[in-house]
């Protein structure tokens, strides 16, 4: 009797043993605190999502940096081509500009001093003409003067006025070629030359006189001019 099991002895046996086989299969609570012990203890996975996060930021952070080198150094040589070129080119031109310039300004500075000399000579030139101009002017004084005495030697008082008609014109011309180094001299004979003509005709010894002092005068202008 107590070997023979009835169904419901063996029914039981077997949910015993099923129960027993799913009590082995469930995790248990050491079970499930290891398998989160290991989670904890294992941070690879978690470390390698953020490598390859900051990985991709310096990479893309790299790009843009080589994109911005590129645009700037495009920039710069755009600045070159757009602005420092012309620049260049500008400055050259005004260089060669200052070269031909300092160049006229030579030339010219020859030109203005050999000009200087030309003038100088030419002052000197008209000096020396103007001189032999008044030496010419008082010889015909002194000739007029001389003719001026012979017609009074001969009691000619026409003749007297007649050779003295010019000379007053010529005194004149003279004070205009030697200006004030002869200027009271001129001065005088002018005087004298008046007196000469109002003397022919009344005091011909006076004139006679006069024409003397006038004749000696010119001849002392010219004397001086001459260097004698």
Do not use: C, Y
């Not at 004070?175 to 109002?198: F, N, Q, Y």
Request: charged share 25%.
């Amino acid at each position: 009797m107590g070997e023979q099991q009835g169904p419901g002895g063996q029914g039981g046996s077997e949910a015993a043993e099923a129960s027993v086989g799913d009590a082995e299969n469930q995790p248990t609570g050491a079970d499930i605190s290891a398998g989160g012990q290991e989670a904890r203890a294992d941070p690879g996975s978690v470390v390698t999502k953020d490598g390859s996060r900051f990985g991709r930021f310096i990479r893309r952070l790299l790009r843009w940096g080589v994109l911005l080198l590129v645009i700037f150094t495009l920039g710069v040589v755009a600045m070159h081509f757009v602005q420092v070129q012309p620049l260049r080119a500008e400055r050259n031109d005004l260089t060669l500009s200052l070269v031909e310039a300092e160049e006229t300004q030579q030339e010219l500075q020859a030109e203005i001093d050999k000009l200087e000399g030309v003038e100088a000579e030419n002052q000197v030139l008209t000096e020396s003409i103007k001189q032999k101009e008044a030496r010419l002017t008082l010889l015909n004084v002194l000739v007029d003067v001389t003719r001026a005495q012979l017609a009074l030697a001969q009691d000619e008082p026409v003749g007297v006025a007649a050779a003295l008609q010019a000379t007053g014109e010529k005194l004149r011309s003279l004070r205009d070629l030697l200006g004030t180094s002869a200027a009271a001299d001129l001065e005088g004979s002018r005087e004298r030359l008046v007196l000469v003509l109002s003397e022919v005709d009344n005091d011909p010894f006076a004139a006679e006189r006069d024409l003397e002092i006038l004749a000696n005068t010119i001849l002392e202008i010219e004397r001086e001019l001459s260097g004698e």
